[in-house]
C-alpha cells in the first residue's frame, strides 16, 4: 500500500486534510501526519490529542517555532521546518508528501521533498490573498509536482504562472467535504456544553497581517471599540502563531466584555458549529471565504489578509475606519444581508473533493519524467 505524508501545521489545514485522509484507504493508501509548531503548541489548543484518539497516525513531529513574535522568528522558522522535515523524509519516506493552503511550515516542507525529488502535492493552490501568505502560496506553487485548485479562478492562476497543464488539477476544497456532509453538534448542544450562550453572538476571528506589524494593536483596538458597542454576545477566536499574534491576544483579553467568550481552539465540528449559528463573523479568517457561504452566515472581512479572494456575495469587504466598521456591523445584522447569505453559492466547491485528489494522487506515474518540471512559456 502505498503511504501519503500529509503536513499539518494548523488547526485550519487540519479542515483540508482530514476528508482525504479519511477516504485514502479506499483509494489505496495509507496515510500519516507530520505534526508541526501550532499543533504541538499547548496555547493553540489540543488537536494533536484530537487526532490521535480518533485513530489517525502521526508519526512524526516538528517543533520549529522560533519565540519572539517577529518577522525574524518566522524567518527563521522556515529554515528550522527545512532541515527537519529532511530528516523526516530520509527516515520515512512517502509516495506522497501532501501539503495543504499558505503557511511557513507548507513552503518548508515543500522545499525538502522538492529538492529530494519526491512526489509532492499542494491543495488550495493558485488563490490570491493578501498578506506573506500569498506569496508562499505561489511559491510552494513553483516547487511541487501536482496542483489541486479549489475552482477555475485559482486553476488558471496556476497556469498562468507557467505550470505544464497536466499538473493542474480542479478539484474544489476539500474542507468543504465534511462540512456538507459529516453531523456536527446542534445549537442546544453548544449551549448545554457553555461553548455559547442562549441567545444571539457575534463570532470574531482575527489574524495579525504581518506586514502591519507595527498597526496591529490599533487595528485590533479599533475593532474591540466598535463591536462592543453592541448589546450581542461576542465570541472570540484569538489567532495563529504569525508575527504579531500574541499582540492581538493581549488585546482582546483585556479589552473583551465580561461575559464573551475567548477560544485558543476548538474542535473543527464546535468552529463550524458555531460558525453556523451566529449573527454573522467579522474579522479576517479565511473561513469567512471558504466555509461561511456554505454555512449561510453574512461575512464582514476586514483589511488586507483576504485581499483579492475569490469571495461570494455574502462578504463585505472593509477597512480599519470606526466608520466602515459600524456601518459594516449595522448591514450585517439587517434582513437584507442574511436573504444574500442564504442564496449565495459557494465558489469553493460542492464536498467532493477528497475522491477527485486521491484518485489523481493513484493514477498519477510519480516517474522521474514526472518529477523533472518545465516551465510552459
Same mark, same amino acid.
Given at each position: 500500500?502505498?503511504?501519503?505524508?500529509?503536513?499539518?501545521?494548523?488547526?485550519?489545514?487540519?479542515?483540508?486534510? !482530514?476528508?482525504?485522509?479519511? !477516504?485514502?484507504? +479506499?483509494?489505496?493508501?495509507?496515510?500519516?501526519?507530520? =505534526?508541526?509548531?501550532?499543533?504541538?503548541?499547548?496555547?493553540?489548543?489540543?488537536?494533536?490529542?484530537?487526532?490521535?484518539?480518533?485513530?489517525? !497516525?502521526?508519526?512524526?513531529?516538528?517543533?520549529? /517555532?522560533?519565540?519572539?513574535? $517577529?518577522?525574524?522568528?518566522?524567518? !527563521?522558522?522556515?529554515?528550522?521546518?527545512? %532541515?527537519?522535515?529532511? #530528516?523526516?523524509?530520509?527516515?520515512?519516506?512517502?509516495?506522497?508528501?501532501?501539503? =495543504? @493552503?499558505?503557511?511557513? +511550515?507548507?513552503?518548508? =516542507?515543500?522545499?525538502?521533498?522538492?529538492?529530494?525529488?519526491?512526489?509532492?502535492?499542494?491543495?488550495? /493552490?493558485?488563490?490570491?490573498?493578501?498578506?506573506?501568505? @500569498?506569496?508562499?502560496?505561489?511559491?510552494?506553487?513553483?516547487?511541487?509536482?501536482?496542483?489541486?485548485?479549489? *475552482?477555475? #479562478?485559482?486553476?488558471?492562476?496556476?497556469?498562468?504562472? @507557467?505550470?505544464?497543464?497536466?499538473?493542474?488539477?480542479?478539484?474544489?476544497?476539500?474542507?468543504?467535504?465534511?462540512?456538507?456532509?459529516?453531523?456536527?453538534?446542534?445549537?442546544?448542544?453548544?449551549?448545554?456544553?457553555?461553548?455559547?450562550?442562549? &441567545?444571539?453572538?457575534?463570532?470574531?476571528?482575527?489574524?495579525?497581517?504581518?506586514?502591519?506589524?507595527?498597526?496591529?494593536?490599533? %487595528?485590533?483596538?479599533?475593532?474591540?471599540? &466598535?463591536?462592543?458597542?453592541?448589546?450581542? %454576545?461576542?465570541?472570540?477566536?484569538?489567532p495563529n502563531n504569525d508575527a504579531g499574534g500574541e499582540k492581538v491576544r493581549e488585546t482582546v483579553v483585556k479589552g473583551k466584555k465580561l461575559l464573551d467568550k475567548v477560544y485558543s481552539n476548538l474542535a473543527r465540528e #464546535?468552529?463550524? /458549529?458555531?460558525? &453556523?449559528?451566529? +449573527?454573522?463573523?467579522?474579522? *479576517?479568517?479565511?473561513?469567512?471565504?471558504?466555509?461561511?457561504?456554505?454555512?449561510?452566515?453574512?461575512?464582514?472581512?476586514?483589511?488586507?489578509?483576504?485581499?483579492?479572494?475569490?469571495?461570494?456575495?455574502?462578504? $463585505?469587504?472593509?477597512?480599519?475606519?470606526?466608520? +466602515?466598521?459600524?456601518?459594516?456591523?449595522?448591514?450585517?445584522?439587517?434582513?437584507?444581508?442574511?436573504?444574500?447569505?442564504?442564496?449565495?453559492?459557494?465558489?469553493?466547491?460542492?464536498?467532493?473533493?477528497? *475522491?477527485?485528489?486521491? %484518485?489523481?494522487?493513484? #493514477?498519477?506515474? $510519480?516517474?522521474?519524467?514526472?518529477?523533472?518540471?518545465?516551465? =510552459?512559456?
Amino acid at each position: 500500500m502505498k503511504k501519503l505524508l500529509f503536513v499539518l501545521g494548523s488547526r485550519g489545514e487540519w479542515g483540508y486534510i !482530514k476528508p482525504i485522509i479519511e !477516504k485514502s484507504r +479506499e483509494y489505496g493508501f495509507e496515510s500519516e501526519i507530520c =505534526a508541526m509548531n501550532m499543533v504541538l503548541l499547548a496555547r493553540h489548543g489540543t488537536l494533536l490529542e484530537e487526532i490521535e484518539s480518533a485513530g489517525f !497516525k502521526v508519526s512524526s513531529r516538528i517543533l520549529s /517555532a522560533v519565540s519572539g513574535d $517577529t518577522h525574524a522568528g518566522m524567518a !527563521k522558522s522556515i529554515g528550522l521546518i527545512t %532541515q527537519s522535515f529532511t #530528516d523526516v523524509l530520509l527516515s520515512n519516506r512517502p509516495d506522497w508528501v501532501i501539503l =495543504a @493552503g499558505d503557511r511557513a +511550515e507548507q513552503l518548508g =516542507a515543500a522545499i525538502a521533498s522538492s529538492f529530494m525529488y519526491i512526489p509532492t502535492a499542494h491543495i488550495q /493552490a493558485g488563490e490570491r490573498s493578501g498578506n506573506i501568505d @500569498g506569496v508562499t502560496r505561489h511559491v510552494i506553487t513553483k516547487l511541487v509536482h501536482l496542483h489541486f485548485a479549489a *475552482n477555475e #479562478d485559482a486553476a488558471n492562476r496556476v497556469l498562468k504562472m @507557467g505550470e505544464e497543464s497536466f499538473r493542474v488539477m480542479t478539484s474544489g476544497a476539500p474542507q468543504l467535504d465534511s462540512l456538507i456532509k459529516d453531523p456536527r453538534p446542534s445549537r442546544k448542544d453548544l449551549i448545554d456544553r457553555n461553548l455559547i450562550l442562549d &441567545e444571539p453572538y457575534i463570532l470574531v476571528c482575527f489574524h495579525p497581517v504581518t506586514e502591519d506589524y507595527q498597526n496591529i494593536a490599533s %487595528q485590533v483596538q479599533v475593532l474591540l471599540e &466598535e463591536i462592543n458597542k453592541s448589546p450581542l %454576545q461576542k465570541i472570540w477566536i484569538l489567532p495563529n502563531n504569525d508575527a504579531g499574534g500574541e499582540k492581538v491576544r493581549e488585546t482582546v483579553v483585556k479589552g473583551k466584555k465580561l461575559l464573551d467568550k475567548v477560544y485558543s481552539n476548538l474542535a473543527r465540528e #464546535d468552529y463550524v /458549529a458555531i460558525m &453556523e449559528n451566529c +449573527e454573522f463573523l467579522i474579522g *479576517n479568517s479565511s473561513s469567512g471565504i471558504l466555509e461561511a457561504p456554505s454555512l449561510k452566515i453574512p461575512v464582514v472581512n476586514m483589511g488586507r489578509r483576504q485581499a483579492n479572494r475569490l469571495c461570494a456575495e455574502n462578504v $463585505t469587504h472593509i477597512g480599519f475606519s470606526p466608520r +466602515e466598521i459600524a456601518a459594516a456591523i449595522a448591514f450585517a445584522m439587517t434582513p437584507e444581508a442574511k436573504a444574500i447569505a442564504r442564496n449565495v453559492e459557494n465558489p469553493y466547491g460542492d464536498g467532493s473533493a477528497s *475522491n477527485i485528489i486521491l %484518485q489523481s494522487l493513484r #493514477d498519477t506515474d $510519480t516517474s522521474m519524467d514526472f518529477l523533472i518540471k518545465s516551465i =510552459a512559456y
